[in-house]
DNA sequence: GATCCACAGGAAATAGTGGCTT
DNA sequence: AAGCCACTATTTCCTGTGGATC
């Protein structure tokens, strides 16, 4: 093969990319977080003598740190308990009861795709059921489900350890929650002993709990506050060591990836994948350092990314809604309320032809777009003779949607024939 | 301090999907 | 096949509400 490879595998800016994966990379050391693992330990610790661990309610928005920590205590935890049992062995096997070593199962779940209580009472079975014994998502009376699921809990004759990440897309109906909180009491559970930590984040979903759901459920309550600009910069730090060559970066690309994300969520995550992204930008151009101005791009790409993925979760008419808020955005007329916005709404649902729906389905799809934060809604009152209504603008910028939806399926009609 | 506006948003009903047990 | 069940997206109806104005 004479020619000349097609990759070019020369490397000026990553000695190590996978450690800027958000997703994939677990860091062995976490950092600035050492309040909230003492306060995992201390809740987590009795597991270690088969007891009763406490429950806990973990919140904290995206990108703080809550999933990173959470793994980080669940490795430690099968980790002692593995040395544990590995003593045990080594020491008189014959006298096994008094020192005998505790059986612990950690089932992990995440609830996002999970929108019922029903759903992740099915969803932890058959996470602890073997292949041949899984159940169906749907058909079965809620109570078989509960039942079952105690029945193999209690067969596990140890501590069972049950992490709900993610826990608000359950919706208000906490029966799960109630369930697991109180299987203690209400004598499901004779031989293992049942932990559960949920992890939110959204605030208002502990003030949403039925109060009897709350006393047991937050037996101890982690907060995971937002990372300040100093803060993800030391994590940066950390990261950049493994991450990068020395010298193709310095204290000024840090410092400007965090200030970025510190002025938007305070997310790790975010500043990570903004100096990801940058590093990228570097090694396309050939060059050898990161510089100013390929942050600012990459701030702008990872905004980008974020309203594409935003966009991708939306329902048909969410998008509909949102094309709409888009469309007033550009004239001008943001914020803009409901009964306005309904106009827009109509049009883009004329040009897609579709039905249109009520205002009061409006308001629904309104209302999730300002949740998962693509929008943000204001509530007015003009008082007596005005009344009290709400206004609506983007979240985010403009062109970054009109982008977004240049590549959406669902959307035919871009902007750019909107007027 | 009572009034009253323009909505917000809860509740129930409806319709359609799909899967269970017997 | 009949009679269950869960879930989603929607409509219709209606009660609740906060503060500028009277």
Redesign the pocket.
């Known amino acids: 093969m004479p020619n000349q490879s097609p990759f070019d595998t020369t490397q000026n800016i990553f000695q190590n990319r996978d450690v800027l994966d958000v997703d994939d990379y677990q860091p062995e050391q976490l950092i600035e977080r050492d309040e909230q693992i003492d306060e995992y330990a201390s809740a987590l610790e009795p597991i270690l003598n088969g007891w009763k661990p406490n429950n806990i309610f973990v919140y904290g928005k995206t990108g703080t740190g809550k999933t990173a920590t959470t793994h980080y205590m669940l490795n430690w935890l099968r980790h002692d308990i593995q040395e544990q049992s590995s003593a045990v062995e080594g020491s008189d096997k014959k006298d096994s009861n008094t020192t005998s070593s505790t059986n612990l199962e950690v089932v992990y779940l995440n609830c996002e795709a999970l929108?019922?209580s029903?759903?992740v009472a099915v969803e932890l079975l058959n996470d602890l059921r073997d292949e041949a014994h899984q159940v169906?998502t749907?058909?079965?009376?809620?109570n078989d489900i509960y039942n079952w699921l105690f029945e193999e809990i209690d067969n596990r004759n140890g501590v069972v350890l049950v992490v709900l990440d993610e826990v608000d897309h359950i919706g208000d109906d906490d029966t799960i929650l109630y369930q697991l909180a109180r299987a203690r009491s209400t004598n499901n559970l004779k031989n293992s002993n049942l932990g559960v930590m949920g992890i939110s984040n959204d605030f208002s979903f502990r003030e949403d709990l039925s109060p009897k759901v709350r006393d047991s459920l937050c037996e101890k309550e982690i907060l995971f506050p937002a990372y300040n600009a100093t803060e993800l910069t030391e994590i940066l730090k950390r990261r950049a060591e493994k991450a990068l060559y020395d010298d193709a970066y310095d204290l000024g690309v840090l410092n400007s990836s965090a200030a970025y994300a510190a002025k938007d969520k305070g997310s790790a995550r975010q500043a990570i994948d903004i100096l990801r992204n940058a590093g990228d930008l570097a090694q396309k151009k050939d060059l050898d350092t990161i510089t100013p101005d390929l942050v600012k791009e990459a701030k702008g790409i990872v905004e980008r990314g974020r309203v594409s993925e935003m966009i991708g979760g939306l329902?048909p008419?969410g998008k509909y809604a949102l094309h709409g808020l888009a469309i007033a955005s550009k004239n001008n007329e943001t914020p803009i309320?409901?009964?306005e916005l309904y106009d827009y709404y109509r049009i883009v649902c004329q040009r897609e032809q579709t039905d249109t729906?009520?205002v009061?389905?409006l308001?629904?799809h309104l209302?999730e777009l300002d949740l998962i934060g693509i929008a943000k809604e204001d509530q007015r009152?003009?008082?007596?003779?005005?009344?009290?209504?709400?206004q609506f603008d983007l979240d985010v910028k403009v062109d970054a949607v009109i982008e977004a939806f240049k590549s959406d399926t669902d959307v035919h009609h871009s902007m750019d024939n909107s007027f």
């Open positions: 929108t019922s029903y759903q169906a749907r058909g079965h009376a809620p329902s008419h309320r409901t009964k729906l009520s009061r389905a308001r629904d209302a009152n003009a008082g007596r003779g005005g009344g009290k209504y709400k």
